[in-house]
């Protein structure tokens, strides 16, 4: 509760979707990332693991401990980083599967766009609070 009162005591910015809208779209994601994986570690080209998936393992990371940054520690400044970094990895992961799996590597571009979004909002919170 005293995470949601900070929160939205943040100066945001007007594109900033609906909380409602945030789980869902994080449901979604998260089912589309599993699918990757699980698709691409089957790939004959990758044979279980491949470069791609290194980059995805890290991505993932800095993805899973941004909530905690922002949120729990209010580091706004360290989640912009880390979600960089989780953007950078993310295009990484989806340029190195392209010679793997172009079609299934489309699948990421959701996410990658999402991660945009996401960048930009918490860079406007950085920048006006």
Known sequence: MQNRTWY???????????SWVFGTTWSLLYTSMVIYLVLMMRDEKCNM????LTFFVIQLFFNLIWTSLFFKFKLI???LIDIL???????????????????LS?????????????????TYI???N
């Open 8 to 18: 939205n005591s943040l100066k945001k910015s007007t594109l900033t979707p609906p």
């Open 49 to 52: 693991w491949c470069q791609p």
């Open 77 to 79: 400044r360290l989640a």
């Open 85 to 103: 970094f989780t953007l950078g990895f993310t295009i990484t992961t989806f340029i190195t599967s392209l010679n793997i799996n172009s079609k």
């Open 106 to 122: 489309l699948i990421l571009i959701p996410y990658i766009l999402w991660l945009t979004l996401a960048t930009y909002l918490n």
């Open 126 to 128: 950085v920048l006006n």
